[in-house]
């Protein structure tokens, strides 16, 4: 099978191209032909898959029209962005109008009302209505996401497929002591939190419930530190070597507003940390409470500052195991069984 997956831009660090990449190997791997269709931004030599389509397309708006106008060489296409016409779309970034709608909760008016009527907001959630309407089928990574399209857009629910997210096996390993001196810390309890997009995925709640746990917070990623003044904070900037990272902390945390299926805490789970997340990530649903991580409703500090006190009273052993365990059955071989399965039965119907 010749498969087009279609994504306009490129990110060195950008989630949906990680996962596009290592799709297109497992394709590859099952003996497919995985065709990137994609913008003028993606480096040739950062494809594993069998050849590059490139379309015009600076906009959202721009590279959809590019797409619709084309006729790829393809037997069917995957995309991982909003283009009315794919066969089959993969809603990784979740529906626009349920992050605007979740993001209103912490906004004041002005900033409700300047997201509600941004151009920008208004053409992405245009885009995505014209997806639902023309689609053969879709992949949810979450049940959160599959109800939102159902919600939002009226897609009939025997359309949508919930496939989670996968991992490329497990994490290497580093040492704890080693990793903490060299990061110039002490033996004190430590969360991690990875990522950018500090607003979105809550990083000023889990500064404000760490001081109330007395922990301190490794920010990992890049963002606006004059923003996030805080005792509990350490800022590591960008991180590309996350192993020492993982190993240097007690706990993940991600108090989101919103997210999909965060990738970042199927990785911590896998490193043997427990997550600290919210009911407005997909990646939820796959935890047991106690067990693998805490869940709380978005914005609650004082749940967060339990539960990091918490996981600080935990076998560290045991809870490593449980998490291991969890995080091993969401393997990106499964993501690409379950994904191509989708393929087979659109084309086959």
Same mark, same amino acid.
């Given at each position: 099978? %010749?498969?087009g997956? #279609?994504?306009?831009?490129?990110?060195g660090?950008?989630?949906?191209?990680?996962?596009?990449?290592?799709?297109?190997?497992?394709?590859?791997?099952?003996?497919?032909?995985a065709?990137?269709?994609?913008?003028?931004e993606?480096?040739a030599?950062?494809? &594993?898959g $069998?050849?590059?389509?490139r =379309?015009?397309?600076?906009?959202p708006?721009?590279?959809?029209?590019?797409?619709?106008?084309?006729?790829?060489?393809?037997?069917?296409?995957?995309?991982?962005? $909003? !283009?009315?016409?794919?066969?089959v779309? $993969?809603?990784?970034?979740?529906?626009?109008?349920?992050?605007?709608? $979740?993001?209103s909760?912490?906004?004041?008016w002005?900033?409700?009302?300047?997201?509600?009527?941004? &151009?920008?907001?208004?053409?992405?959630?245009?885009?995505?209505r014209? #997806?639902?309407?023309? #689609?053969r089928?879709?992949?949810?990574?979450?049940r959160?996401?599959?109800?939102?399209?159902?919600h939002?857009?009226?897609? &009939?629910r025997?359309?949508i497929?919930i496939? &989670?997210?996968?991992?490329?096996?497990?994490?290497?390993?580093?040492?704890?002591?080693?990793?903490?001196?060299?990061?110039?810390?002490?033996?004190?309890?430590?969360?991690? *939190?990875?990522?950018?997009?500090?607003?979105?995925?809550?990083?000023?709640?889990?500064?404000?419930?760490? /001081? %109330?746990?007395?922990? %301190?917070v490794l920010?990992?990623?890049?963002g606006?530190?004059?923003a996030y003044?805080?005792?509990?904070?350490? *800022?590591?900037?960008?991180?590309?070597?996350?192993p020492p990272?993982f190993?240097?902390?007690?706990v993940?945390?991600?108090?989101?507003?919103?997210?999909p299926?965060?990738?970042?805490?199927? /990785?911590?789970?896998?490193?043997?940390?427990p !997550?600290?997340?919210?009911?407005?990530?997909?990646f939820?649903?796959?935890?047991?409470?106690?067990?693998? @991580?805490?869940?709380?409703?978005?914005?609650?500090?004082? @749940?967060?500052?339990?539960?990091?006190?918490?996981?600080?009273?935990?076998?560290?052993?045991?809870?490593? %195991?449980?998490?291991?365990?969890?995080?091993?059955?969401y393997?990106? /071989?499964r993501n690409?069984? /379950?994904? =191509?399965?989708v393929?087979?039965?659109? =084309?086959?119907?």
């Open positions: 099978m %010749k498969i997956l #279609v994504r306009r831009g490129f990110s660090t950008g989630g949906a191209e990680a996962y596009l990449m290592r799709l297109a190997h497992g394709l590859t791997q099952a003996g497919h032909e065709i990137l269709i994609t913008s003028e993606w480096p030599e950062r494809w &594993p $069998r050849g590059i389509i =379309l015009p397309g600076r906009t708006d721009e590279f959809a029209a590019a797409f619709a106008a084309s006729k790829a060489p393809v037997d069917i296409t995957f995309s991982l962005e $909003r !283009v009315p016409g794919c066969d779309y $993969r809603a990784g970034d979740g529906v626009h109008a349920a992050w605007i709608e $979740r993001r909760v912490f906004e004041p002005w900033k409700v009302w300047f997201h509600r009527y941004n &151009p920008k907001h208004i053409a992405l959630i245009r885009l995505e014209g #997806v639902y309407q023309t #689609v089928a879709v992949i949810a990574n979450s959160m996401v599959a109800d939102e399209i159902v939002w857009h009226g897609c &009939p025997k359309k497929h496939v &989670p997210n996968g991992i490329g096996g497990a994490l290497a390993t580093a040492d704890r002591a080693e990793s903490r001196s060299k990061l110039g810390l002490d033996d004190g309890y430590i969360a991690l *939190f990875a990522g950018s997009g500090w607003e979105r995925k809550g990083l000023a709640f889990a500064l404000a419930a760490a /001081e %109330k746990a007395d922990a %301190k920010v990992a990623g890049r606006k530190k004059s003044s805080s005792p509990a904070a350490i *800022f590591l900037g960008p991180v590309s070597d996350l990272v190993a240097a902390a007690d993940f945390i991600l108090p989101t507003i919103y997210d299926f965060s990738n970042a805490c199927l /990785e911590a789970l896998a490193a043997g940390l !997550v600290i997340t919210t009911t407005a990530n997909g939820s649903e796959i935890i047991t409470p106690g067990v693998h @991580g805490s869940v709380v409703e978005p914005g609650d500090v004082n @749940g967060l500052a339990e539960a990091l006190r918490y996981w600080r009273t935990q076998d560290r052993a045991a809870t490593a %195991k449980a998490c291991r365990e969890l995080a091993a059955q393997s990106i /071989e690409v069984k /379950e994904t =191509l399965a393929l087979t039965g659109v =084309l086959q119907s």
